[in-house]
């Protein structure tokens, strides 16, 4: 059964930085999409960043010149690089993926989630 693992997630100070990784496991295939969602407590889950397997990448404005994505077929990876963290961007984080669709949803892979925790 495929498996999504997140790590990298942790607490840090506003204005530093984190790297998130995701690392899909039991697959051979390569996901048309790949991205991170987030859950701040008490919100609805966003969309932050996703990145196609042609490099394809959308980003929320809220993250916008401080977040960047990327992938890594090969390893079947993807990671999220955020820069300027904020105490806004204090959430759990979710790394997604999709073999077919041109988005994701509730219905694909999905990991357990990192919390990431912004002191100000």
């Known amino acids: 059964q495929v498996k999504l693992v997140e790590s990298g997630g942790g607490l840090v100070q506003a204005g530093g930085s984190l790297r998130l990784s995701c690392a899909a496991s039991?697959?051979?295939?390569?996901?048309?999409?790949m991205g991170w969602y987030r859950q701040a407590p008490g919100k609805q889950r966003e969309l932050v960043a996703t990145?196609?397997?042609?490099?394809?990448?959308y980003l929320a404005d809220f993250v916008k010149g401080r977040f960047t994505i990327s992938r890594d077929n090969a390893k079947k990876t993807v990671s999220l690089q955020m820069n300027s963290l904020e105490s806004e961007d204090t959430a759990v984080y979710y790394c997604?993926?999709?073999?077919?669709?041109?988005?994701?949803?509730?219905?694909?892979?999905w990991g357990q989630g990192t919390q990431v925790t912004v002191s100000s």
């Open positions: 039991e697959t051979v295939l390569t996901f048309n999409i």
């Open positions: 997604a993926a999709s073999y077919w669709g041109a988005t994701i949803s509730e219905n694909d892979y």
């Open positions: 990145i196609t397997s042609v490099g394809r990448t």
